[in-house]
Protein backbone atom coordinates (compact mmCIF):
# COMPACT_ATOMS: atom_id res chain seq x y z
CA UNK A 1 0.00 0.00 0.00
CA UNK A 2 0.69 3.60 -0.16
CA UNK A 3 3.62 4.90 1.85
CA UNK A 4 4.33 8.39 3.10
CA UNK A 5 7.75 8.80 5.15
CA UNK A 6 8.62 12.09 6.93
CA UNK A 7 12.29 13.27 7.44
CA UNK A 8 13.71 14.41 10.37
CA UNK A 9 11.19 12.88 12.81
CA UNK A 10 12.39 15.36 15.59
CA UNK A 11 14.18 19.17 15.12
CA UNK A 12 15.91 21.20 17.69
CA UNK A 13 16.07 24.75 16.46
CA UNK A 14 17.60 28.40 17.95
CA UNK A 15 14.61 30.60 17.44
CA UNK A 16 15.38 32.93 14.15
CA UNK A 17 16.72 29.73 12.69
CA UNK A 18 15.11 28.10 9.36
CA UNK A 19 13.74 24.56 9.34
CA UNK A 20 12.79 21.99 6.92
CA UNK A 21 10.86 18.83 6.93
CA UNK A 22 10.34 16.41 3.86
CA UNK A 23 7.72 14.33 3.16
CA UNK A 24 8.44 11.51 0.72
CA UNK A 25 5.99 8.93 -0.87
CA UNK A 26 6.14 5.60 -2.21
CA UNK A 27 3.52 6.12 -4.72
CA UNK A 28 2.64 9.30 -6.89
CA UNK A 29 0.66 11.42 -5.35
CA UNK A 30 -2.92 13.58 -6.61
CA UNK A 31 -2.51 16.00 -3.97
CA UNK A 32 -0.62 16.50 -0.28
CA UNK A 33 -1.70 18.24 2.08
CA UNK A 34 0.02 19.48 5.31
CA UNK A 35 -1.33 19.90 8.83
CA UNK A 36 0.47 21.44 12.20
CA UNK A 37 -0.52 20.18 15.43
CA UNK A 38 0.21 21.70 18.75
CA UNK A 39 1.43 20.32 21.78
CA UNK A 40 -1.32 18.40 23.24
CA UNK A 41 -3.35 19.53 20.67
CA UNK A 42 -5.48 18.32 17.51
CA UNK A 43 -3.90 18.64 13.68
CA UNK A 44 -5.12 21.64 11.61
CA UNK A 45 -5.07 21.99 8.08
CA UNK A 46 -2.53 24.15 6.97
CA UNK A 47 -2.31 23.86 3.00
CA UNK A 48 -2.68 21.75 -0.17
CA UNK A 49 -0.81 21.12 -3.36
CA UNK A 50 -2.17 19.89 -6.43
CA UNK A 51 0.04 20.79 -9.52
CA UNK A 52 3.35 19.28 -10.19
CA UNK A 53 6.03 21.47 -9.08
CA UNK A 54 3.56 23.69 -7.09
CA UNK A 55 5.05 26.36 -4.72
CA UNK A 56 3.13 28.05 -2.04
CA UNK A 57 3.73 30.48 0.78
CA UNK A 58 1.74 31.38 3.73
CA UNK A 59 4.13 34.48 5.55
CA UNK A 60 7.35 32.60 6.93
CA UNK A 61 5.94 28.94 5.45
CA UNK A 62 6.87 28.17 2.14
CA UNK A 63 5.29 24.42 0.83
CA UNK A 64 6.68 22.96 -2.50
CA UNK A 65 5.37 19.84 -4.04
CA UNK A 66 8.20 17.83 -6.36
CA UNK A 67 8.08 17.41 -10.04
CA UNK A 68 7.24 13.85 -9.69
CA UNK A 69 4.67 14.30 -6.90
CA UNK A 70 6.08 11.98 -5.41
CA UNK A 71 7.66 14.25 -2.39
CA UNK A 72 6.77 18.13 -0.63
CA UNK A 73 8.64 20.02 1.77
CA UNK A 74 7.57 22.45 4.33
CA UNK A 75 10.21 25.09 5.04
CA UNK A 76 10.12 27.63 7.92
CA UNK A 77 12.20 30.94 7.70
CA UNK A 78 13.14 32.49 10.77
CA UNK A 79 11.23 30.32 13.40
CA UNK A 80 9.45 31.66 16.23
CA UNK A 81 8.53 29.68 19.74
CA UNK A 82 4.85 30.22 18.16
CA UNK A 83 5.86 27.70 15.14
CA UNK A 84 6.75 24.66 17.68
CA UNK A 85 4.33 21.76 17.07
CA UNK A 86 4.15 18.63 14.91
CA UNK A 87 4.19 18.82 11.36
CA UNK A 88 2.07 16.38 9.40
CA UNK A 89 1.81 15.75 5.76
CA UNK A 90 -0.80 13.81 4.08
CA UNK A 91 -0.97 12.01 0.60
CA UNK A 92 -3.65 10.98 -1.38
CA UNK A 93 -3.75 8.81 -4.31
CA UNK A 94 -6.31 8.75 -7.07
CA UNK A 95 -9.15 9.27 -4.75
CA UNK A 96 -8.08 6.68 -1.63
CA UNK A 97 -8.20 8.16 2.17
CA UNK A 98 -5.36 10.09 3.19
CA UNK A 99 -2.22 8.53 4.16
CA UNK A 100 -0.46 10.73 6.74
CA UNK A 101 3.77 10.60 7.43
CA UNK A 102 4.98 10.00 10.75
CA UNK A 103 5.21 13.30 11.41
CA UNK A 104 8.11 15.87 11.96
CA UNK A 105 7.96 17.40 15.84
CA UNK A 106 9.54 20.96 16.09
CA UNK A 107 11.44 22.19 19.17
CA UNK A 108 12.23 25.91 18.99
CA UNK A 109 14.57 27.39 21.65
CA UNK A 110 14.12 31.09 22.92
CA UNK B 1 -19.69 27.92 16.03
CA UNK B 2 -19.45 24.80 13.57
CA UNK B 3 -17.37 22.18 14.25
CA UNK B 4 -16.25 18.70 15.56
CA UNK B 5 -16.82 18.03 19.41
CA UNK B 6 -15.54 14.26 20.95
CA UNK B 7 -16.24 13.35 24.43
CA UNK B 8 -15.02 12.54 26.47
CA UNK B 9 -11.69 14.36 26.67
CA UNK B 10 -10.25 12.06 28.93
CA UNK B 11 -11.24 8.31 29.77
CA UNK B 12 -9.95 5.39 31.84
CA UNK B 13 -10.85 1.50 31.72
CA UNK B 14 -10.32 -1.12 32.89
CA UNK B 15 -9.10 -4.08 30.55
CA UNK B 16 -12.16 -6.31 29.16
CA UNK B 17 -14.58 -3.09 29.22
CA UNK B 18 -15.89 -1.93 26.37
CA UNK B 19 -15.71 1.96 25.40
CA UNK B 20 -17.85 4.16 23.26
CA UNK B 21 -15.77 7.18 22.53
CA UNK B 22 -18.54 9.73 20.85
CA UNK B 23 -17.89 12.25 17.84
CA UNK B 24 -20.70 15.00 16.74
CA UNK B 25 -20.36 17.49 13.58
CA UNK B 26 -22.16 20.19 12.62
CA UNK B 27 -20.35 20.83 9.63
CA UNK B 28 -22.97 19.52 7.51
CA UNK B 29 -20.01 17.10 6.42
CA UNK B 30 -21.02 13.59 4.48
CA UNK B 31 -17.69 11.68 5.39
CA UNK B 32 -16.39 11.33 8.96
CA UNK B 33 -12.79 9.33 9.79
CA UNK B 34 -11.83 7.80 13.77
CA UNK B 35 -7.69 7.57 13.66
CA UNK B 36 -6.08 6.33 16.23
CA UNK B 37 -2.49 8.48 17.24
CA UNK B 38 0.48 6.79 19.48
CA UNK B 39 2.68 8.98 21.38
CA UNK B 40 5.52 10.26 18.55
CA UNK B 41 3.97 8.63 16.07
CA UNK B 42 1.44 9.52 12.66
CA UNK B 43 -2.16 9.38 12.14
CA UNK B 44 -3.82 5.85 11.74
CA UNK B 45 -7.05 5.44 10.12
CA UNK B 46 -9.16 3.15 12.11
CA UNK B 47 -12.58 3.57 10.66
CA UNK B 48 -14.52 5.98 7.89
CA UNK B 49 -17.66 6.53 6.94
CA UNK B 50 -18.26 8.46 3.64
CA UNK B 51 -22.38 8.68 4.20
CA UNK B 52 -24.89 7.62 6.70
CA UNK B 53 -25.71 3.91 7.24
CA UNK B 54 -22.28 2.89 5.26
CA UNK B 55 -18.68 2.63 6.60
CA UNK B 56 -15.40 1.29 5.94
CA UNK B 57 -12.55 -0.36 7.84
CA UNK B 58 -9.30 1.66 7.35
CA UNK B 59 -5.61 0.24 8.59
CA UNK B 60 -6.40 -0.41 11.75
CA UNK B 61 -9.34 -1.56 12.25
CA UNK B 62 -9.52 -4.75 14.25
CA UNK B 63 -10.96 -4.43 17.72
CA UNK B 64 -12.51 -1.41 17.46
CA UNK B 65 -16.60 -0.77 15.65
CA UNK B 66 -18.35 1.81 14.63
CA UNK B 67 -21.75 3.10 13.89
CA UNK B 68 -23.32 5.86 11.52
CA UNK B 69 -27.11 6.37 11.98
CA UNK B 70 -27.02 9.85 11.72
CA UNK B 71 -25.08 11.82 9.61
CA UNK B 72 -23.68 14.24 12.55
CA UNK B 73 -22.43 11.42 14.73
CA UNK B 74 -19.90 8.74 14.15
CA UNK B 75 -19.11 6.94 17.92
CA UNK B 76 -15.93 4.54 18.08
CA UNK B 77 -16.44 1.51 20.34
CA UNK B 78 -12.81 0.06 21.16
CA UNK B 79 -13.86 -3.11 22.32
CA UNK B 80 -12.32 -5.94 24.81
CA UNK B 81 -10.42 -7.45 21.77
CA UNK B 82 -8.48 -4.92 20.95
CA UNK B 83 -5.14 -5.77 22.55
CA UNK B 84 -3.53 -2.21 23.00
CA UNK B 85 -5.49 0.32 23.32
CA UNK B 86 -4.60 2.81 25.51
CA UNK B 87 -3.95 5.81 22.70
CA UNK B 88 -5.18 9.24 21.66
CA UNK B 89 -8.33 9.33 19.70
CA UNK B 90 -8.89 11.40 16.95
CA UNK B 91 -12.59 11.97 14.87
CA UNK B 92 -12.67 13.95 12.02
CA UNK B 93 -15.23 14.85 8.73
CA UNK B 94 -14.30 16.32 5.44
CA UNK B 95 -17.39 17.71 2.71
CA UNK B 96 -16.82 14.20 1.12
CA UNK B 97 -15.11 10.81 1.25
CA UNK B 98 -12.56 12.48 -1.59
CA UNK B 99 -9.09 11.84 -0.60
CA UNK B 100 -8.47 15.73 -1.62
CA UNK B 101 -10.67 16.70 0.43
CA UNK B 102 -9.18 18.56 3.74
CA UNK B 103 -9.78 17.35 7.24
CA UNK B 104 -11.49 19.13 10.46
CA UNK B 105 -10.40 17.18 13.32
CA UNK B 106 -11.60 17.35 16.77
CA UNK B 107 -9.86 17.89 19.76
CA UNK B 108 -9.67 14.25 20.69
CA UNK B 109 -10.50 11.64 23.36
CA UNK B 110 -7.16 10.19 25.04
CA UNK B 111 -7.73 6.39 26.40
CA UNK B 112 -5.86 4.95 28.97
CA UNK B 113 -6.37 1.20 29.49
CA UNK B 114 -5.07 0.71 33.62
Known amino acids: GQQVMQIPQYQHVQEGEDFTTYCNSS?????IQWYKQRPGGHPVFLIQ?????EVKKQKRLTFQFGEAKKNSSLHITATQTTDVGTYFC??????????FGGGTRLMVKP | DGGITQSPKYLFRKEGQNVTLSCEQNLNHDAMYWYRQDPGQGLRLIYY???????QKGDIAEGYSVSREKKESFPLTVTSAQKNPTAFYLC?????????????FGAGSRLTVL
Open chain 2, 92 to 104: ASSISGSGANVLT
Open chain 1, 49 to 53: LVKSG
Open chain 2, 49 to 55: SQIVNDF
Open chain 1, 90 to 99: AGNNAGNMLT
Open chain 1, 27 to 31: TTLSN
